[in-house]
């Protein structure tokens, strides 16, 4: 069995995004149709640019899947562009005769200054192509296979908008996830989605841009993923990384975040239930604070992660800069972009969880096929509730 691993490539207004996944059993049953769900998604939201309307991404299956199931060897996928044919000169990979116009009006925010200085470019395009959010499509089309991956042991993975700039969404408990995914914002609460809804319209109007913060939970995950032995190895370190790679986000918390650190240990901290109130689970909690994980590992209970996304760096009435090539104080360069990214910022982190936990799973569990790896799952399972502990079990 070999570890999961994801390797992406591509450019934004390239030919197409091109993806490999590594580490997937034999015997999962996978089509594009059950991608292409996910990526529609992703898509979705009020706020997104024409470009999300214009290309309706599909990732088409070109390796590792037969008949539609995997066959444990590495699964490779393309994500075509639809408009290439307008940025074929623009991204050609060939040599190109004649003078290439370059994005040299750098953008605050944004890549391009960092991205220049590192790799001794004189355009940004050669830096914003693939900083450019376009390559979460890959990332999502990938967690839809984790996604899938999950299923098969009862795991389930959601998300949705608690909040876009100064609108906050107040819930208790798991959200109803149909509702969720009925709103335009993505958004529970449907008198706080119009005020998102509004806000959005507003900073548009304006040629501004707004961000705000998406929630995520994973249901149905076993007791004991991840590890205390090594601070590489604790999971919740490996959610918040994930997470954190997601373009614009600045922040990430799990469970009770940072609200915990504001009252006292006995409001922190969550009491173990005793066994008659585990209502079918090993083993139960009387809250959540924690996010599902202690100490590095799962510990039964739900996972909830929480994104902070910043505003998108592109304005349409951009901010001053400095001209790469002369110094002198312009505006900065703007290309067609969202105005708010909160809602598909779910998406993206849904796949990222689902990738991590994938990850996860296979390390404990893993085989080369789909059957061994659940005959795995199902032994550690009769093993975990205080009898198995008892003797030795886990």
């Known amino acids: 069995m070999t570890a ?20 997937i059993p034999a015997g999962l049953p996978i089509t594009a149709d059950y991608i ?16 999300q309307q214009l290309e309706k991404d599909r990732a088409e299956i070109i390796g590792g899947v037969r008949h539609g199931e995997t066959l444990g060897s590495p699964i ?12 074929q000169e623009v991204m050609q990979v060939e040599p190109f005769e004649g003078e290439t116009k370059k994005v040299t009006r750098l953008r605050p925010g944004h890549a391009d200054l960092a991205g220049t200085m590192k790799y001794g470019f004189d355009d940004a395009r050669n830096v914003l192509e693939r900083a450019s959010a376009r390559e979460t499509a890959s990332r999502v089309a990938v967690g839809a296979i984790c996604r899938r ?25 798991e959200p109803d996830w149909k509702t969720v995914e009925e ?3 993505r958004a529970v609460d449907a008198e706080a989605g119009d005020r998102m809804v509004r806000a959005i319209d507003g900073a548009k109007e304006a040629g501004d841009t707004l961000g705000g913060t998406f929630e995520m939970w994973a249901t149905g995950v076993p007791i ?3 590890s205390h032995i090594q601070w590489d190895l604790k999971l919740d370190g490996q959610l918040a990384q994930a997470v954190m790679s997601i373009h614009a986000v600045k922040g990430v918390e799990l469970g009770g975040g940072f609200a915990v650190a504001a009252g006292p240990g006995r409001e922190a901290h969550d009491v173990i239930l005793p066994p008659d109130k585990w209502d079918g689970r090993p083993w139960r909690r009387a809250t959540n604070h924690a996010g599902g994980l202690e100490g590095g590992m799962t510990n039964g209970e739900p996972i909830v992660v929480r994104g902070a996304l910043k505003p998108i760096s592109t304005l349409s009435k951009p901010l001053p800069s400095i001209d790469l090539h002369t110094g002198e104080e312009i505006q900065a360069h703007y290309e067609r972009s969202d105005v708010c990214t909160v809602p598909a910022a779910g998406v993206i982190g849904e796949a990222m969880v689902a990738l991590v ?6 390390e404990k569990f893993g085989g080369d096929s789909m059957k061994e790896t659940k005959r795995n799952f199902d032994g550690y399972q009769e093993t975990i509730g205080p009898r198995g502990q008892a003797d030795g079990g886990g």
Do not use: C, Y
């Open 149 to 173: 991956f999950l299923e098969e042991f009862g795991i389930a993975i959601h998300s949705h908008t608690t909040s876009v700039a100064d609108v906050f969404v107040n819930v208790d408990g």
């Open 183 to 185: 709103s335009p914002v």
């Open 36 to 51: 292409a769900g996910d990526l529609k998604r992703r898509q979705g939201g009020h706020g997104r640019s024409r470009r």
């Open 4 to 23: 999961l691993r994801l390797i992406t490539a591509g450019e934004s207004h390239g030919q197409a995004l091109v993806i490999t996944l590594e580490g």
């Open 76 to 87: 490779a996928m393309v994500i075509k562009n639809k408009v290439w044919e307008d940025w």
């Open 357 to 362: 936990l994938a990850r996860a799973m296979l």
């Open 224 to 226: 004991g993923l991840g």
